[in-house]
């Protein structure tokens, strides 16, 4: 029906009577909004439909929203349970590394702790005997 009325505003071509400009419409009074009721009729069904999907597709991203939110915050909070445990176990390997360094420093300095004590004794008999010669050295050279 909408083709008819749409083929009814122009005047047919060669039809007796004076000439008159082609595509001009014939009733102005209906105009095309009168033409267009039928169409936008057809289509409310259509725009409800759409406007319940885009509806049902806003609730759906608030619920995704909030669903991605909590998993968020959740995702936080064992971060920052995990920081902690990685903390802890930094600490302690930093302290493991340390005890084992303080370990080597404490091996090396008893190493050359018997090292001086060794060349150390192994100087006394030779200190003994210069001590010893340097008090008999007067007393022989000077017999009273």
Known sequence: ????????????????????????????????????????????ADVQGCEELVAAARRQAEHDVAEARTQAAAIVSQAKLDAGAARAEAAAVVERDARARDARDMNRARQEAESVEEAGLALIPAVVGKVTNSLLDPQIADPK
């Open 1 to 44: 029906m909408a083709r008819l009325s749409v083929l009814d505003r122009f005047r047919p071509m060669g039809a007796p009577g004076p000439a008159g400009p082609s595509g001009v419409p014939a009733v102005e009074a209906q105009g095309p909004a009168t033409e267009l009721i039928p169409v936008f009729a057809a289509l409310h």
